[in-house]
């Protein structure tokens, strides 16, 4: 199995602030790697795929960057709506894909 | 626009089996485009992939819950099942109806659409 570390586990900021999530795979995934975010009572959304690729209707505050083993998850001035949680997920197994641990991003 | 909406038993007796339906609007469950999902919650915990479900009929399962788990579609009524046997209290959790962009052999693939959850209790 691929096992998926997410630093930190949660952390506080605030509006405007410019906050980055690391996700760390055990083994190479080469650029299989997706983020979501989770806000309490609303379905998970697709904010990015393979890594680095902008899901349709995700704001351009949110990048994502990495390759092999280490990703970053980016959100340049956070907004109010973006306190949630986050996931990375590898999709370099289809027959198991992994989660992180989550990323909990408070006021 | 693709929506998925579970409805489930709230509460499941140990021993018993366990059985969620998903609602697909806005697209077809044979549909070419999308593979089809669960995921579960548990309380307090992360989000964890517990079966797909493809256009061939291929599927794939977690193995927390190989050999107690169904994952099928029904075209007549635009639906997909979970059933998960002999169910403990490991498996309470919300459990969440996904779509998602893939195929069945190879990366890469994403969960593009999930449905709200819904909340079984084993108890």
């Known amino acids: 199995d691929i096992q998926m570390t997410q630093s930190p586990s949660s952390l506080s900021a605030s509006v405007g602030d410019r906050v980055t999530i690391t996700c760390r795979a055990s083994?190479?995934?080469?650029?299989?790697l997706n983020w979501y975010k989770h806000e309490v009572g609303k379905p998970p959304k697709l904010l990015i795929y393979?890594?680095?690729s902008l899901h349709t209707g995700v704001p351009s505050r949110f990048t994502g960057s990495g390759h092999g083993t280490e990703f970053s998850l980016t959100i340049n001035g956070l907004q109010a709506d973006d306190f949630a949680t986050y996931y990375c997920?590898?999709?370099?197994?289809?027959?198991?894909?992994?989660f992180g641990g989550g990323t909990r991003v408070d006021i | 626009q693709l929506v998925l909406q579970e409805s489930g038993p709230g509460l499941v007796k140990p021993s018993e089996t366990l059985s969620v339906t998903c609602s697909v609007s806005?697209?077809?469950?044979?549909?070419?485009?999308?593979?089809w999902g669960w995921m579960r919650q548990p309380p307090g915990k992360g989000l964890e992939w517990i079966a797909s479900?493809?256009?061939?009929?291929?599927?794939h399962e977690s193995p927390a819950v190989r050999g107690r788990l169904t994952i099928s579609k029904d075209a007549s009524k635009n639906e997909v099942s979970l059933r998960l046997t002999s169910v403990t209290a490991a498996d309470t959790a919300t459990y969440f109806c996904?779509?998602?962009?893939?195929?069945?052999?190879?990366?890469?693939?994403?969960?593009?659409?999930w449905g709200l959850g819904t909340l079984v209790t084993v108890s």
């Open positions: 997920q590898q999709s370099h197994s289809p027959s198991l894909p992994t």
């Open positions: 479900l493809y256009i061939q009929g291929g599927t």
């Open positions: 806005g697209d077809s469950v044979m549909s070419s485009i999308y593979f």
């Open positions: 996904v779509g998602g962009i893939g195929s069945y052999a190879a990366p890469p693939f994403w969960i593009d659409t």
């Open positions: 393979s890594a680095s």
């Open positions: 083994q190479d995934i080469k650029s299989y």
